[in-house]
């Protein structure tokens, strides 16, 4: 997974900021237009097991409430879920939401979460966290990020 990962993600600069690749610097672009804060890579979920530490692509103030956000390309749906995912809500009591590809540019589109719900965490399919998904038609936002050119090299000095 790693080589894959080195071999098919672009660094890209967006608003002033280095994202790992072109689809977390689009959900940054669809965070922006609703209007909604974000932070990218917003803090570091240790873990004793696995033995590696969970950094979430996106932390959200979404109107249905703070979470984190995974944005993972469409490739990455079977591959599974990451154990890391359930641990972390388990210890932060967040919901978190992956969501693969991006509406508009993947027909096959798909968002789920994971919710804490009492001492156990549910995996399941979301359609309402993302505006504007209705077949073929998109929001403003949701056209604007899918469409959006970005800066993949590194912005030149002034």
């Known amino acids: 997974m790693e080589a894959r990962a080195k071999k098919f993600y ?4 967006y608003a002033g900021r280095l994202y790992r690749s072109q689809l977390e610097a689009r959900w940054a672009r669809y965070f922006g237009l609703r209007g909604w804060v974000h932070y990218y890579e917003p803090r570091k979920v240790a873990m004793t097991y696995p033995r590696r530490n969970y950094v979430p692509d996106f932390g959200v103030r979404h109107p249905q409430g703070d979470m984190f956000w995974e944005a993972k390309p469409l490739y990455d749906l079977e591959l599974g879920r990451d154990p890391r995912w359930i641990l972390a809500v388990r210890k932060t009591g967040l919901p978190l939401t992956v969501s693969y590809g991006f509406p508009g540019w ?4 798909q968002t789920w979460a994971f919710v804490r719900d009492g ?40």
């Not at 993947?106 to 589109?109: I, P, R, S």
């Open 10 to 13: 672009k660094p890209t600069h």
């Open 106 to 109: 993947d027909k096959d589109f």
């Open 119 to 158: 001492s156990c965490v549910r995996w399941s399919q979301v359609a309402n966290l993302v505006d504007g998904v209705d077949g073929d038609l998109l929001s403003p936002a949701l056209r604007d990020a899918a469409y959006y050119r970005f800066e993949v090299n590194e912005p030149r000095a002034a």
